[in-house]
Structure formats: C-alpha cells, structure tokens
C-alpha cells in the first residue's frame, strides 16, 4: 500500500458507525471502519471456503453427522434473531461446520461463516443453553464487525496479507489448518489483542441472542466456568487476550439475568 494512498485512508476515514443496534443489553459504543464491510466478507468468504477445503482433504469436516445436525439447529435459531441487532443480518450467506480438532475452540468469521471444533464439544460436554453461548458470542462478533474494525486499526500493513490472516491469526485455527492463508502482515493485524470492550461486546449480545432464541442465557456463566476448570483455572489459548474468567462471569451474570425475560418470553412461544 503506497504512502500517498495510505495518507488518503486516513485523511478520508469513515465517520465513526453503528454496525447494531443497542438491543436490551444496550451495546451503542460507536466504531471507526477504514475498510468496506464488502472488502473483508469477500476476503473473509474465500479463506473460510480455503480452510474449508483444507479439513476436508484431510478428513476433518464434519465427520460426526449429529454433532452437524446439532451445530447447524443451534446455528439456525441464533440467526434468526439476528435481526434486532442487525436487519441486513438474517439474509447473511451463513454456513456452519465442524471441524475435527482437539481445540477448544470456535469461530464465526465476517458475514457468517461459522466453524466449531469437536474438542469443544467433547472436551466440555457442552449442552445446547452452552453451544448456544459460545456459538452466540462467535456471531456477536461478526455483527459487530470486531475484524473488519481491527482490520482497519491495521490498514498501515500490507492489505492483501492482513486480510489474508483472519482465518489463521485472528482466529486461532490449528496448526494444521488453514497455515496457507496467514501472512507476517495478517499476524500483526489479527494477533493483535480483542480490546477487552469488544470482547464484552460480543458477551453481552452472545447472551441476548441466546435468550431470544430460547436458551438459556445462564448457561454462559456455566460455559466459562467448564472453560476455566479446563484450563487449570487459566486461559484456554484462543482465549489468552479475553477477560479474566473472573470478570467475565460477574458482567455475565448480570446480563443474562437482564435478559431473562427475553428467554421466558421465546420459551412461551414455543
């Protein structure tokens, strides 16, 4: 990226944005984008579908048909709720896989490309109230545009290689997945760490998408407490620039007790 181009970026950046809307747990902080949300979805949409490739030529994806199933009617209630954060959202080309890895780990990329891995599932005995919770949290981030703003925060790097990186730096893929997408550049974007406010972002909108989806968004205080027994009461890595496990509990429990009557009101209705 030349100097003069880089100059007129900055010069021209966009006006600080909404992506969502505040919905019950009222998430309004405002965001300045240097990137089109186009630019990073077309990246982000080709090295899902690369990493996609990778794991099945290496007969990673989606080998247990009922841990798909599962995922995907998780995946296809949270989603349609989307549209309180986001109209554009539920009309999104979402996809959902599982990928076979021991990691604890999770991830939904730019416009809806989701992946959960089967070392989360098993590793944890995660009920659906919990898949719900972690697979929530991974499209809050999504919806708020957490890597497109990062991506622009980087937009001084080499463009082609910091969208690259999504899928490997920024998302915390297994070694052997998805290696051919992430450039020197993508790791200074993407590695990066989550401010802890996006990360509190995606808890608190991860729990109102479950509860109006009829989970129960309790569940996500059970799910970082699993987290945190699992790592010895640390940090499981793809989750070493999140919160302290003890911060995050105490602002979820507040959150999901806000959104309690969401959840009453979706269980009514079904």
Known sequence: MSAVFLSMLLGTACTPTHTTSAGAVGVERRQAMLLSSAEVNQAAEKAYAQTIQEARA??????????VQRVKAVAAR????????????????????????????A???PGGKIAVYTGLLEKLALTD???????????AHALREHGREKASQAAGVDLAATLGGVIGAY????????????????????????????EQEADRIGVELAARAGFDPL???????????????????WLSTHPS??????????????????????RARN
């Open 58 to 67: 290496k007969n990673l994806l989606n080998r247990n048909p009922a841990q």
């Open 245 to 266: 496990n003890e911060t995050r509990l105490a602002d979820l429990r507040v959150y999901a007790e806000r959104v309690q009557p969401l959840y009453r009101a979706a």
């Open 107 to 109: 991830w939904c990329m």
């Open 78 to 105: 949270l989603v349609a709720v989307t549209g309180v954060f986001r109209t554009d959202a539920p009309g999104w080309r979402w996809e959902s896989n599982v990928i076979s890895s021991s990691e604890l780990n």
């Open 129 to 139: 109230d919990e898949l719900a919770a972690v697979m929530g949290h991974e499209i």
């Open 219 to 237: 569940a996500a205080v059970s799910l970082w407490e699993k987290m945190g027994r699992a790592s010895g009461n640390g940090t499981p890595q």
């Open 171 to 198: 998302y915390g893929l297994d070694a052997s997945i998805g290696k051919e997408v992430v450039g020197t550049a993508g790791d200074l974007a993407f590695m990066r760490p989550n401010s802890r406010g996006m």
